[in-house]
Every structure is written in C-alpha cells, then in structure tokens.
C-alpha cells in the first residue's frame, strides 16, 4: 500500500459505514479520513470521534440523494486534498418507518421504487461523477459501494424485494459502467460493488431471526473481512462483484 493516504467513507454515521471509519483510523498509511453524514442528531459517535481525532478525521454533511451537496462536499475536500485513495459507499435504505421491503407485486408503487433507487442506485453514480477528478492520479486507489447479493440476477432464487433487488442490480451496472469509464478519463481506481453479509446492524435487524448465528456478522468483523478483500484487490479485479469472502459473485 502507498503511504500517505487519503480515504473517503460516505454514510459514515452508523453501522458497517462508521466501522470503516474506525478501520481507517488503525490503519497508519492513512493519513486523512473523510467521512459523510446526513444528520448530526443520528452521527453523535462519529462527531465524537472526529473530536478525538482532529488531526485526521474531517467530518462533512451530506446527503446523495442531493447532487449539489455532493458537489460541495466534494469541493470541501478539495480545500484538503487533490487525491483519494480509498472511497468506500456504505449508503443503502432497505427499510425505515414508512417504507418496508415488498413480498408481492401488490405491494409495489412507483414512489417507493423510486427512493429504493435514488439512494441505493442514483447516489452512488453521482459520487463516481463528481469523485472523479480526486482519482486521477497514478496512485493505487479504490472505489468500493456497497451492494448485495440479492442484487444478483443470477442468484435471485426468492422473488420478492422488488425494489432493493433491482436498486442494487441498477447499482451494480453503474458500477460496472463507471470502472469501464474510469480508465479513459485518467482514473486508475479499481471499481468494485461488495456484499458485505448479514451485518448486525440496523439495516438487517427485522430480518435476522432465521440468519444462522454464525452468518449474523458484528460490524466489526463485517469490516475486517471487507477490508481484507479491499487489500487484496488487483486492477484486473475494477468492474467486479465481490462477496465479504472475496469470492465473485454472479450478475
């Protein structure tokens, strides 16, 4: 790994995405952490550490489904920075107090399918366009997002989640679009989607009573064996789908 690097966690108030932030923060080759918040009322523990870690840790507001907050955000850095090394995505919605996962087509309507895709799909491209000019150097770098398995097409058994399974599928193909783009416009990062396991978070907690314990993961352990396959990333590997294991996961 180089020296002297710069990593961006985006949804770093809470869960797998304020566990990066904290891996970040071990990790002495890096030397600047960014980190995203929505809102300061929910990010308590993340304010906090960036207190306990002033020299390193810069913590700024934003929302992805705002295209003009990424772009300040992003400007923001550029007052520190004219380089990342490490972008990792851990924004997702799956569920919140209005919103809850279809079981059937009944339950479908085009207000809900589209916040599934706004925050699960949108965001996240927006990141890679307004990201881009930080990674273009000649540095290894990463631009990792979030995903799922059952984003998978091919792995889709189950039926139902109608709109998380096809705002991650749709996140999967940005993904893949902006590694084939990337290259062209200067930027060596390797893009890759991850799915990080059943994690015990949030996200995950109306969904965990037939998880088997030993694949219901702690956000820390989530982190390290994500972290692991991150370290292990070669640049043939941009444009893949890997699972928390670093097995390869089918579109």
Same mark, same amino acid.
């Given at each position: 790994?180089?020296?002297s690097q710069?990593?961006?966690?985006?949804?770093a108030?809470?869960?797998i995405?304020?566990?990066f932030?904290k891996?970040?923060?071990? %990790?002495?080759? +890096?030397?600047t952490v960014?980190? *995203?918040y929505?809102?300061?009322?929910?990010?308590a523990e =993340? @304010?906090?550490l960036s207190h306990?870690?002033?020299d390193?840790?810069i913590?700024i507001?934003m929302?992805?489904t705002?295209e003009i907050?990424?772009?300040e955000? %992003?400007?923001? +850095?550029?007052?520190?920075?004219? *380089?990342l090394?490490f972008?990792i995505?851990c924004?997702g =919605? @799956?569920?919140d107090?209005?919103?809850?996962p279809?079981?059937?087509?009944r339950?479908i309507?085009?207000?809900?399918?589209m916040r599934?895709?706004?925050?699960?799909?949108?965001g996240a491209?927006?990141l890679?366009?307004?990201l881009l000019p930080l990674l273009q150097h000649?540095?290894r770098s990463?631009f990792?997002?979030i995903?799922?398995?059952?984003?998978s097409?091919g792995d889709?058994?189950?039926?139902?989640?109608y709109?998380?399974?096809?705002?991650k599928?749709?996140l999967?193909?940005?993904?893949?679009?902006?590694?084939?783009?990337?290259p062209?416009?200067?930027?060596?990062a390797i893009v890759i989607t991850l799915?990080?396991?059943t994690?015990?978070t949030?996200l995950s907690?109306?969904?965990?009573?037939n998880?088997p314990?030993?694949k219901?993961f702690?956000?820390?352990?989530?982190?390290?064996?994500?972290?692991?396959v991150?370290?292990?990333?070669e640049q043939?590997?941009?444009?893949e789908?890997?699972?928390?294991?670093?097995?390869?996961?089918?579109?």
């Amino acid at each position: 790994m180089n020296q002297s690097q710069n990593a961006l966690i985006i949804g770093a108030s809470q869960g797998i995405g304020l566990g990066f932030v904290k891996k970040c923060l071990e %990790t002495p080759s +890096i030397s600047t952490v960014f980190a *995203s918040y929505r809102h300061p009322d929910t990010a308590a523990e =993340l @304010l906090t550490l960036s207190h306990q870690h002033c020299d390193r840790l810069i913590c700024i507001p934003m929302d992805i489904t705002d295209e003009i907050q990424i772009q300040e955000a %992003t400007a923001q +850095i550029q007052q520190h920075t004219d *380089s990342l090394h490490f972008v990792i995505n851990c924004v997702g =919605l @799956l569920h919140d107090s209005t919103l809850q996962p279809e079981k059937s087509l009944r339950q479908i309507n085009s207000e809900n399918l589209m916040r599934y895709f706004q925050v699960n799909s949108i965001g996240a491209v927006l990141l890679a366009k307004h990201l881009l000019p930080l990674l273009q150097h000649n540095q290894r770098s990463i631009f990792a997002t979030i995903s799922a398995k059952v984003g998978s097409i091919g792995d889709n058994k189950l039926g139902g989640w109608y709109g998380y399974r096809a705002s991650k599928a749709a996140l999967n193909m940005l993904m893949k679009t902006v590694a084939i783009e990337y290259p062209r416009k200067g930027a060596n990062a390797i893009v890759i989607t991850l799915h990080p396991g059943t994690t015990d978070t949030r996200l995950s907690k109306p969904f965990q009573r037939n998880v088997p314990p030993e694949k219901l993961f702690s956000i820390e352990k989530t982190v390290s064996q994500l972290w692991s396959v991150l370290e292990n990333l070669e640049q043939t590997d941009t444009g893949e789908f890997f699972s928390w294991d670093g097995t390869r996961l089918p579109w």
